[in-house]
Structure formats: C-alpha cells, structure tokens
C-alpha cells in the first residue's frame, strides 16, 4: 500500500468528492500500474480517501492510499500518476506504508484550514475564542460548533483556524466560510491534516 | 472576466461543467489563428457525450493555423448569473466570449435543442437573426442529424452542413480564412459553393449535395477524447465502427439519411479501442453504430478486446445489437467484466406492423435474444416501442402488451431477477424516410395509446416508461417545419421556453400559445 499527498489547486475547488475518485481511478488506470481491485460483479480499485476536501476549497495536503497487487517503487508512482494528470493536481510525495495501518480518516483528527482576510478581524477571534457557544442549525436542529474550533489566530492578511476533522465530526465548509463570511477576500485551503 | 467568473461559478451548481482544463482538452494561444467555437446547445454533461463534438474539436485542433474551443447551454441557475452580471456566454477552454471568435458551429442532434440554440446566441450578445449580423460577428453554422430539415432555423443560422462534417469543417474555415477583409456577403457565397454547405437565401436546399466521407478509416480518429471532471451522460470511450445502416426500416431517419452504409477496418477499431482506453482511463469502451450487428467482424473485434481489456477489468459494451444476432458467445464477451443490461427495439407490437415498417425481426426471433441475454447474465431487459406508426390499429398497441408479457414470463422462466422496461415513444415522421408524408398522431391519440398501455402493462417486474406526449408534437411540429416554423420556434423562446427535453423545464403551454399566436 502507498500512501500519497496531494495538492488542490486553483479551477480544482470545483470538483467534488465523487469526482475526484473516478479522476484517480482514471489516472492509476492510464499509468498501468498494478493496482489491486476489489472482488464482485464490479469490480473497482482499492483506493482510499482522507476526510472530503468541502467543494470550492483548495487544498495543500490531500491524503490518498492506493492497494497494489506487487511491490511498486513509490518513486515510480509518483512519476507515473503525475505524468498524466490535468492541470492543477500535484503530487507533492508517495510513499509505501505499512499495510496494517490504521485508514487515513481512521487516523486524522484534525485539519487546519486558512484564508485570505480584509481587514481586523481580531475581534471577531476573541469572540468566538471567548464563547462557550457557536450555534449552527444542522438538519434544522441548533448545533454547537464551539467545541470542534481547536485553535483560531489571525497571521497578517491570513486567518488561520485549527477543527476537528475524525469519525465523531467535523466543521462543514458552509459553517467555516460563514464564520468569516463578510472579510473573506479568497476561497479557504486546507492546509494540514493531523493525527492529534 | 476572469476573476468575475470564479466569483459566479462559487455560487451554481455543478461549477466544473464551466471551467474546462479537463485531461486531453486543448488550450491553445489565440494568436493569428482561425478561431473556432464548438457548441452543444445542451447541458455539458449532454454535450460532452456526443462523439461528433469531440471528433471535430480533434480534427480542429490538430491544424496549426485554427483552434476549437467548448461551449456548452449553461444551466439556468447559471445563466440568471451571467444575465445578472452582463457576463457574455464564454467558452470552457480560455473562458473567451463566444463573440470573439471567427466560427460559431452548434451541433443539432435534437429538435427540442433548438430554443436553447437561441438562448445562447442572445447570451453571447450575438444577435438572433443572421440579417442582423454583419462581419463583425461570428459565422453562425450548424451541423447534425436535424439539418436533415434546416428549415425551421434558417432565418437564424448562416450556413448549415448537410451530411458528414470531418471534412467539410476545414473547408469552411479554409474559406472563412480566405474570405477575410471581404463583406460577409460575400463569404456566404463562397461558402455555398461548398459541396454539403446550405447557405439560406443563397442555394436551393434542394439543390444541395449530402456530404459524405467516403471511407471513414480515412477521418483522423480521436484516440485521446476529452475526459470529463464530472459524470456525463455516455461516460466512456466511444467508437463509431460502422457509419449508415444495411436495413431499411421506414420511420428511421438516421438509417435513410446516413448512406451508403460505411466501416471501419476491425484492425482500426481494435487499435482505436486499445490507444483510447491508454490515454483516457475510462472504464469502459463503447462499439457504435446504428446496426451493430450488421458489422460483419462485430465477433472477431468483440473475442480480441475482451481478451485484452478483461484483466484490466475494462467492460466493453455494444449498444444497438439486433436481437436476432445475439447469441450466447457475444454476450460472455460484452459481460466479461461489468454485468450490464440488454436492449432491443421490436418498435412495434404485432407481425402485422413490423412487416410495415420494414422492421425485420419476428417474435421468435426476440424471445429467442431475451432468453439468451437473460442466461447471459443480463437481468434488466429494455425493450422500445413505438405507438402512432402508420397503419397502426388497437390491436397493435395490445400487442406490444401481449410481447412484453410473454418476454417477461420467458425471462422470469430463466432467472427470477429480470426485469423488463418497455420504453415507448411516439412515431414522428421525418424528411427524407419513406414515412415523410405520414401524418403524426395528434395528442388525444397518444393519450389514449399511454392509458391503455398503463392499465395493461402491471407486472411487479415490468417497468413502462414513455415519452412527453407534448414534447414529441413539439418534435413533429420542428422536424417537419418550414421557414414559418422558426417565427413560432421564436416566439416560444421570446416566451420564455428553453431546455424544452427537460421535463422540469418543459412547457408546452407556452409553445401552444406561440402557435396560435402565429395563425392568428
């Protein structure tokens, strides 16, 4: 198993999730590289994602795992998928993992997204630093987001913000944009995805 | 513009349909070249799907003096932000206005297209009538099955290409190029001198040669299609492998027009298939035609793909066999990989009828293909009929009831799981068939045939689906127009229609009240 990461870039934001799957289901595909497929009627390659990247976001740091049925050089995958991949897709490294590893979305607890800001938005960060509470309605019931918001800080004309992102929830793109909302000068990226 | 769009296209669904930058598209720099815009006036997903597009924008392309790009019907939501903004229609690959280039060709494969045709002219800002255009506009020209009667858009198309378009195409921009710097007047008269060119006003439709490829091993195959962000409708690698089609049945348009019928060499189709598959990825390769099994080496090319896509677990699919020609061998070979479903058209319900219309398939004929796609392993069965043929009786509606229950009884016979879904459609007679003088059944006739239909056909495994009864008139009333036609195709638009093969769009009130508006 191979594990790698990935940039979003620019026009890439407009795909969604289901697409980008069969993108790389495609391109390991055109490489020829001997990918493991899956049993049954339809038989698929055995990929696996991180947590969603939310459409319109860009990311630096997307996480995929690719099954093969023989030792692949990571190198050669890398060269291989990047080869033939449209505009605004890079693979920043590949790597062999250990094949008894826990799931990427198994492992992340965290994502770090940032985007670009017009004016102080100091205050607004204290206030949600401050509160206990930041209701959103989800499924038309209110829901705390408060507690999923682990670190919040302004860097110049960034805003840096720190969520929980595993199994037991994560922030919607729409709850992280409408924090924001009225200084937002760009679109958000994610920037790291972490274990802790 | 640019920064403009980005803005808009956050706020549509499906953005990736405007924003080009797919594997395989062409992006070249503008300058000095003759610049082409190939449009489907459709959906992007519907556009993307037609192998016609994709094999001129190929053909364009590979010319270093031109350049083809995409432009495709946008989605309503997205218009209303692109008429909010005074944004100009662009096309996908450099997001240039569409009125920035030289050559605007639609492809018109459907009547019901037509209002968005004009829809996205007016969204240009390219002006409706072509007596309003000058050379400061682009060349407006059109192509496809419905030039077959290019009537009804005549007042608002320059110049239609009757026939084959790979390599009328370069001739037009070869002419185009020639003609530059002299009034536009003067271009549509050369461009009329073009065999397979019908220029309004200019030569007699009459008068106008078909353009046909004689050999299509000769056209420059795309063998690196564009392959899509997002799911289209045919998502897949297509390959035309035989051109026109041996039978004769009379209500086919596609079959009296497409003449003499023409194939591609198996070695060709393989390497096509083979070259194809290495440069796009897709799971599946589709072998089309109007006949497929008319294809004399269909056998022969389906065992060597098979063979070679099985272990890369790539399906191969062959829509438009004849039921008569399936036999157990083929069907292993189409479902080596994928299960897939089985498709045949009997299009009419009793013997009686299918002599009439020339369609050469007898009632054991098509049990026999159901039972054999069924132990195949092919469990849903779709079979299309047609009501309104000429002649046609109530006996022959209670017939395609009576087929489909004894195919649904023979195929539950051999696997429990099938189902059939008996799809039927309304008989719209065409120019240039042996049925253009027919009348087309009006819409209380269609009603009645669909009820009755509906009461007969219930069976926990049969599904019956049909057409839009308003949608087809509306295809009748433009596939059999006249110029006159095309003021009532104007006033429908100017009332608001378009995406008229969209049921959740589709209005017929309003075209009922274009129509008599314009016989009052």
């Keep these: ?196 | 513009m640019r920064d403009q769009i980005e803005r808009i296209l956050s706020s549509v669904t499906k953005p990736a349909r405007y924003i080009g930058n797919e594997l395989n598209s062409i992006r070249k720099p503008h300058d000095n070249k003759i610049k082409f815009a190939l449009a489907y006036p459709d959906t992007y997903e519907i556009g993307m799907s037609n192998l016609g597009l994709q094999i001129l924008y190929h053909i364009l392309n590979k010319r270093p003096d031109m350049l083809a790009e995409r432009f495709y019907a946008p989605w309503t939501d997205m218009e209303e932000k692109m008429r909010e903004n005074s944004l100009p229609l662009f096309s996908l690959e450099s997001w240039t206005p569409v009125k920035d280039f030289d050559i605007v060709g639609f492809s018109v494969q459907n009547e019901l297209t037509y209002t968005n045709i004009l829809n996205m002219l007016e969204l240009a800002h390219i002006p409706l009538y072509r007596s309003e255009r000058d050379g400061s506009c682009p060349l407006i020209i059109a192509g496809g099955a419905c030039t077959n009667n290019p009537e009804p858009l005549s007042d608002f198309i320059d110049a239609f290409v009757i026939g084959d378009g790979e390599e009328v195409i370069l001739e037009i921009a070869d002419t185009y190029n020639n003609c530059r710097g002299i009034p536009r007047s003067a271009l549509l008269g050369s461009l009329s001198k073009i065999e397979g060119v019908y220029v309004p006003g200019l030569n007699g439709l009459g008068k106008v040669k078909r353009r046909v490829v004689k050999d299509i091993n000769t056209i420059d195959y795309p063998t690196s299609p564009i392959v899509p962000f997002i799911e289209i409708v045919h998502d897949r690698a297509t390959i035309e492998i035989m051109r026109g089609c041996p039978r004769r049945c009379k209500f086919c348009q596609a079959g009296a027009v497409n003449k003499p019928v023409r194939m591609l060499r198996p070695e060709k189709v393989i390497e096509i298939a083979k070259e194809t598959v290495k440069n796009t990825g897709f799971e599946e390769v589709s072998l089309v035609s109007l006949s497929s099994s008319d294809y004399p080496h269909l056998h022969e090319v389906a065992a060597e793909l098979g063979r070679y896509f099985a272990p890369k677990r790539i399906s191969l699919s062959l829509p438009s066999l004849r039921a008569d020609t399936l036999n157990e061998k083929l069907a292993k070979e189409m479902l080596s990989v994928r299960q897939s479903g089985f498709t045949i058209a009997p299009e009419a319900g009793t013997q009686r009828l299918r002599d009439h219309i020339c369609k050469d398939l007898t009632e054991e004929k098509i049990i026999n293909s159901v039972r054999t796609a069924v132990k195949s392993g092919s469990n849903r069965i779709k079979l299309y009929f047609m009501i309104g043929l000429p002649t046609e009786t109530d006996d022959d509606i209670k017939g395609i009831a009576d087929l489909a229950y004894t195919l649904i009884k023979e195929a539950r016979s051999i696997s429990t799981r099938a189902k059939i879904v008996v799809n039927v459609s309304t008989f719209i007679p065409k120019k240039n068939t042996p049925f253009e003088n027919e009348k087309m059944i009006n819409l209380e006739a269609i009603k009645k045939k669909q009820e009755y239909l509906k009461e007969n056909l219930r069976h926990k495994s049969m599904e019956l689906k049909w057409h839009d009864r308003g949608m087809s008139t509306i295809e009748g009333l433009l596939s059999t127009g006249t110029k006159e036609t095309g003021k009532i195709l104007l006033r429908a638009f100017r009332s608001g229609c378009k995406f008229d093969n969209w049921a959740e769009h589709f209005d017929f009130s309003r075209w009922e009240a274009a129509i008599a508006a314009h016989t009052d």
Excluded at chain 1, 117 to 132: C, N, R, T, Y
Excluded at chain 1, 141 to 150: A, L, Q, S, T
């Design chain 1, 1 to 196: 198993m191979q594990r790698i990461r990935i940039k979003y870039k620019k026009e890439m934001k407009f795909i969604g999730h289901l697409d980008m799957v069969r993108l790389w289901e495609r391109a390991l595909r055109r490489t020829d590289l001997p990918a493991a497929y899956s049993e049954g009627f339809n038989p698929r390659q055995k990929l696996s994602f991180g947590p969603p990247l939310p459409l319109g976001f860009t990311s630096e740091c997307e996480l995929l795992d690719i099954y093969f049925e023989k030792w692949v050089n990571p190198e050669q995958t890398k060269n291989l998928l990047s080869s033939t991949l449209p505009k605004g897709i890079e693979i920043i490294e590949a790597g062999n993992v250990f094949l008894a590893r826990a799931s990427i979305t198994a492992e992340i607890k965290t994502a770090v997204y940032s985007a670009d800001v017009s004016g102080d938005i100091s205050e607004k960060i204290s206030e949600v630093l401050g509160s206990k509470e930041i209701i959103v309605q989800r499924k038309e019931k209110d829901f705390n987001i408060r507690p999923m918001i682990k670190e919040l800080s302004q860097s110049g004309n960034t805003v840096n913000i720190a969520v929980q992102c595993d199994n037991f929830g994560s922030i919607k793109a729409q709850e992280l944009t409408g924090m924001f909302k009225e200084n937002l000068t760009g679109t958000f990226r994610r920037i790291a995805l972490y274990c802790s």
